[in-house]
């Protein structure tokens, strides 16, 4: 069985295990979590992106917040407050956007790890993809972070950018490929009507999965074989 799940921010290890439990998710499934792991919650998503890092039936995408970080990789040699008075202003700018959108939770807790463990953290999320194609269900699935910016109905998923991809906030009535159904988070439900609060809302041509944990919500997490939803 193959299953998606979005947008956790920081979201409790033990929670989210008992969440795939419930969902009898097992060594002969599969998993993707299409980015933002991390900031906002808890510890930032640090102990999740380690346990991550082992599973070989998970594959992560990237978000728009882990490429936040990645942005700010020149902090990690020496992650204190003082380290950050050398910065150049540009530098500064990225690091000041990431901490105001959560990333002061994940930069705290990074900074309680060994620097060959932050290396390996960048590492890992410097390898993973920008998008996805699965076919379950006898259906064809793109996954992605953030839809599809610069929609174009000829435009093969290639040509896309990162910004497309990990940035793009899609409104209501966007249409994307007829023939391959497009999974994406990175935009709260709710956004798109009060009445998607918390639950995950589906198009014709696409479903965006982020349920909002960074607003308390719990995530759901979705079969892709049979559509089946599961949240604790």
Known sequence: MTYVISDLHGYDLERFK????????????FLYILGDVID?????????????????????LLGNHEAALLSCAFLFEEVTDEGTE?????????YNE??????????NALEKQPF???????DFLRDLPLYERVSAGGREYLLTHAGLGNFAPDKVIEDYTADDLIWHRPTIDERYFEDIYTIFGHTPTATFG???EGEILFTDTWACIDCGVNFGA????????????FRL
């Open 18 to 29: 008992a969440l795939l439990k419930k969902a009898d998710f097992g060594e002969d499934d």
């Open 40 to 60: 906002r919650n808890g510890d930032g998503g640090v102990e999740m992106l380690q346990w991550l890092m082992y599973q070989y039936n998970i594959q992560m």
């Open 86 to 94: 050398a910065l150049s202003v540009e530098n500064m700018l990225l």
């Open 98 to 107: 990431w901490k105001a959108n959560g990333g002061d939770v994940t930069l």
């Open 116 to 122: 060959e463990t932050r290396l390996d953290i960048l």
């Open 194 to 196: 009060k009445e998607y």
């Open 218 to 229: 719990d995530p759901i997490l979705l079969r892709l074989d049979d559509m089946q939803q």
